[in-house]
């Protein structure tokens, strides 16, 4: 059974960092692109992260709003990804979620985890 | 970045009711249109991929159409665990951006 659980996430001051971190299992992990989404209270889905397999290079890639602020990584002798957030915002409060993607003639993300919420306050 | 747009952003239906979103993209986008199932306090849950591809074990009741800029998706006959918000999302190129959603309650 395919399960990815997020967990790290807190109430962080703004300007601190938090980690983030996807822990992932029944699936061969090393083979899989993830990717980062978040949600604000009471809004809709934004995508925030995306991370190539290593045969793919394992490149990344950022939205604008945390470009330069986020870095994603991941660890396949583990089966996590990780969600680095430094400088952190009060706009950046929101419940976080990893999910698997799946291209070729998919280009999906069809598994995701239950979430994680980060509060950015004060 | 491709603007995604979804009408209505509610619905008021009830059980047994035909029901249609429609979800554009600002560009012409393929057939890359993904359509997630959201209930409230739960993460996403994906309905239909490459706009028109049922994701394994969901119900046929649901349908997806469209390619290009326009894309819909169908519930035909709507079931209580139905009620949910619906979101479109392209897959075509970064940043992958989602429509604003629709919500579908209890009329």
């Known amino acids: 059974e395919v399960q990815l659980v997020e967990s790290g996430g807190g109430l962080v001051q703004p300007g601190r960092s938090l980690r983030l971190s996807c822990t992932t299992s029944?699936?061969?992990?090393?083979?899989?692109?993830l990717s980062w989404f978040r949600q604000a209270p009471g809004k809709g889905l934004e995508w925030v992260s995306f991370?190539?397999?290593?045969?793919?290079?394992?490149?990344?890639e950022y939205a604008a709003s945390v470009k330069g602020r986020f870095t994603i990584s991941r660890d396949d002798s583990n089966s996590i990804a990780y969600l680095e957030m430094n400088s952190l915002k009060t706009e950046d409060s929101a419940v976080y979620y990893c999910?698997?993607?799946?291209?070729?003639?998919?280009?999906?993300?069809?598994?995701w985890g239950q979430g994680t919420l980060v509060t950015v306050s004060s | 970045d491709i603007q995604m747009t979804q009408s209505p952003s509610s619905v008021s239906a009830s059980i047994g009711d035909r029901i249609t979103i429609t979800c554009r993209a600002s560009?012409?986008?393929?057939?890359?249109l993904v359509w997630y199932q959201q209930k409230p306090g739960r993460a996403p849950k994906l309905l239909i991929y490459?706009?028109?591809t049922l994701m394994g074990g969901v119900p046929s009741r649901f349908g997806g159409s469209g390619s290009g800029t326009d894309f819909t998706l169908t519930i035909s006959s709507l079931q209580p665990e139905d009620f949910a918000t619906y979101y479109c999302?392209?897959?075509?190129?970064?940043?992958?951006?989602f429509g604003p959603g629709t919500n579908v309650d209890i009329k």
């Open positions: 999910a698997r993607w799946i291209g070729g003639s998919y280009r999906t993300l069809d598994y």
């Open positions: 029944g699936f061969t992990f090393g083979d899989r692109a």
């Open positions: 991370i190539r397999s290593r045969a793919s290079g394992g490149t990344t």
């Open positions: 560009q012409g986008i393929s057939n890359w």
């Open positions: 490459a706009a028109s």
């Open positions: 999302q392209q897959t075509l190129t970064f940043p992958f951006t």
